[in-house]
């Protein structure tokens, strides 16, 4: 690397420093608010906000790394309250343009965190939700070390995370830390910006020795950069060694009480209840150059930072953490208040800030003069590492279905899925970019097939000791395609993340697929959500879900998943029942994973084996390309009502079903008609896409774009003209709220079915009675309806 020029960083961070925090100020106290209706301006009046303390804890650690550390090839996760830093950084490289330094917060500006999909100077992480950010670099390199090993190996990278300390309480941070298919990677570094406070208060007690044990105990690497080079060097001269010894002993809530301090001030608290030999000490040191000396940390140090970071460099068998000692609010008056954490600079505090780091207001916003030390400095960085725009996916040779899904014998979708898999991995251009991946359930969500034929993903040879002759083999091997995660469903969602991120983040498209027992979707609710608000693409297969999977109780029974799917943004949902409809559905999904408007997929599957005939009749009706475009639009009608009740002007119905309980519907279609009543059932496959559609629709009418028009809907080819005046029953395992939308679309009585309650253990014949899910009492609710 070349000569670092201190100086220049010095002058780099002074001035990342104030853009930073002059943005947020900016954002407060000069940006007014857009138009509020007249009169009620108060109640749209809430203040911006943004984090002056915990950008300036984090000047240090930024400057030094985007300004003399990182190359192009690097990916870092910024803390979320560190983006004034990211955007001041990006801004003095020439990658942001100066507009952007009055828009923080505001509609289309800068985001309040850093956001890969919503800032104009893309992240290569987003992170937010505090300890998810942490660990994406983490997943990231894992993804890099797949990809290398099955592609061509791409230039060496560094992943890199900067992380607040009290983000280390989530405990997303340590399932990933102890997973083992996280270990090995040392190509990845944490920074940890330990200023010793969190949102509400100093941290008590000495936690972060405590958290450097719990790095050393996962085999990490763990680098301390405690003290500037203006302490090290006192603790060498006499008396030093007593210096040391008390600033180490000093509790964290005292020492912060010390940054607000100045001058002769913080002589007398500093020494009290110091040992003689401190004070000794200190009497040499003037009251100018103590309060510089007391407060010098190695976090604010931009060469004690370097050297920290090559010691990670070079340690390149497991990862490294640096503890980097900062102080929350460095160079501000608000520094080390326990009560910074959302504090604002008043006019006077930053008129005076800019006057320190030598600006007026004219000069203000400009970026460094490009002919000082530190502007080469900066404009040399950013032609290394501003963001050029990823490759858009290549599309992929998907079939419309794999085939062979069907047979006579009753089938469940899950024993499907397994097979659908193994079957996409014969076709050449899509089995190469195919990975799975499940924290600990491969074999219980039938994945057993496919890591048969493709192996375990290991980053070197093992041997299988156990040989080649059992049902599951665990070949594990660099060419291995499944990923084995440990029980922490956070982690397979962060994993799905990564590797779903795979051709913006590492230049190689990929086709992960996850499983995961349905009801644990909730675990890693929040890494999901953060998967999708990435912009990651991964197919996720919830299996086995619902209360069809009686046996196993109310603790595995999954409800309310499918309104997750529903309603997270960036995935469709599909929830179909038959073997040929899933055929198509995961075709369908893995294709999209690569379309330029495409998204991620999420399966809701069960192991009940279900009976197809019925599936075949309306395919021998339908005929296969209208039925595969039914089942893609989100459903088709399964039963059609018996004519001879329709002549009679017999009264009808509409029996709305979905998933594992379709057969009942069908079942109940005839219960219905022996008691005069025309039904007819619909097999929902993917309730969010009719709901898209009918919400689309009904948005655009609102806003004046075209004519709401119902019957054009799929759902109003679904639900015909002689049908909608006649009741809906919605029959879902699964809380029956998820689907009592149906109705609205065309105004018609709705009585929804579904699992509201907890579950227990049973037979299926018993939980379906114990949720009215049974023929009889799905007809009952028809009747009732009429
Ligand atoms: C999952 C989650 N929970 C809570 C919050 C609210 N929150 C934002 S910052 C913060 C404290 C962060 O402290 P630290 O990581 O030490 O950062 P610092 O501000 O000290 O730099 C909290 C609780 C959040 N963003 N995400
Ligand atoms: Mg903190």
Redesign the pocket.
Known sequence: MAEVDLRALEEIQRRVLWLAVRMVDHANRERPLPPAPPGREAEFAVKVGG?Q??SA??VGIMTSLWFAHIGGDDKVAV????SPVFHAIKYLQGELDRSYLFRLRERGGLQS?PSRTKDPDVADFST?????GVVAPLFAAMARRYIDAHFEPSPPARFIAL??????D?GNVWEAISDAALQGLGNVMFVV?A?R????RV?PGQKIKKLMEFFEGSGWHVVEAKYGSLLQAAFTRPGGDALRRHIDEMENERYQSLFALRGADLRPAFLDGADPAVRRFCDDVPDDELVPLVQNLGGHDLGVLLDAYRACDAETQRPSVVFAYTI?GWGLPIAGDPLN?AALLSLAQINALRAEVGLDEAAEWDRLDPGSPAGRVAQRAGAEVNNVPPKPRPELPVPMGVGGATGAKPVSTQEVFGRLLTGLGLVEGVRERMVTLSPDVSVSTNLGGWINKFGVFAPEEQPDYLGPDRLLRWQQSPRGQHIELGISEMNLFLALHALGLGQELHGQHLVPIGTVYDPFVCRGL?ALIYGLYSGARFVVVGTPAGVTLAPEGGAHQSTITPSIGLELPGLTYAEPCFAQALDWLLCDGVARLGAPDGESLYLRLSTRPVDQAPFTAARERLGDGELRRQVLAGGYRLVEPPTDLIAEGAPRVVLAACGAVVPEAVHAAAVLAAEGVAATVLDLTSPDRLYREWRGSLRDAAAGARAHDAAGLHLGHLIQAAERRAPVVTVHDAASHALAWLGSVHGQRTVPVGVDAFGQSGAIVELYEMFDLLPDQIANAALVAL
């Open positions: 984090h303390a915990s804890s984090m803390k979320p309250h560190a965190y937010g939700s505090v300890g998810l992380v607040g300390d009290a983000e280390l989530e910006d200023n406070q969190s949102l509400d941290i929350k954490h929040d």
